[in-house]
């Protein structure tokens, strides 16, 4: 009769208690990580509810949503670009904006002495053709050769038409102010 007993309280629990034995006058609670007692009157899935005494599942679900919050703020102020500007002023250089989510602004100025040429260039990126407008940099030592290539554009990726169109402005520019500095 004992063994009849046993069974019978372990089917009641329809979740599956062949992870625990119990009998009708067990009371003991089973560790899930924080406190938690098997009841039959509760109305959580699988008879457990967690204990008065323990604000472990309170805890873990508030640190969660902090974790996430500064994510997001983490993402919108350091990732999340919005726009992308470049201007160009011939006589002094080439300015480039990215404006974050978040409002934050970073800018670089280079000076149109170290502008070497501004040129349309294209990458493999993830199994297609991605082209990209760069500025070359002349190596100070070397005029002619190349020090560094920067890339503008970033996070935008426009289309080859509008870069087209960009690049076209860019070497119109260009050629204004290296006319200008050749002239005595």
Request: proline share 6%; net charge positive.
């Amino acid at each position: 009769m004992r063994r009849a007993s046993r069974t019978s309280a372990a089917a009641a629990w329809p979740c599956g208690a062949a992870t625990t034995r119990r009998t009708a006058a067990s009371s003991e609670s089973l560790r899930l990580g924080c406190r938690c007692a098997r009841s039959a009157p509760s109305p959580a899935p699988c008879g457990w509810r967690p204990t008065g005494s323990s604000p472990c599942g309170s805890m873990i679900l508030s640190v969660a949503i902090f974790i996430n919050i500064v994510g997001l703020l983490g993402y919108l102020h350091f990732v999340k670009v919005d726009q992308e500007t470049l201007l160009i002023i011939d006589s002094l250089g080439i300015q480039m904006t990215s404006s974050y989510a978040s409002g934050k602004e970073s800018t670089t100025f280079i000076e149109m002495d170290k502008v070497k040429d501004v040129i349309i260039n294209e990458a493999i990126y993830m199994q297609k053709v991605i082209y990209y407008l760069c500025i070359l940099l002349k190596d100070p030592g070397k005029p002619h050769e190349v020090s560094q290539v920067v890339p503008v554009f970033q996070s935008a990726k426009p289309r080859l038409d509008c870069l087209i169109e960009i690049y076209r402005s860019c070497q119109e520019i260009l050629a204004h102010q290296k006319a200008t500095s050749t002239r005595p």
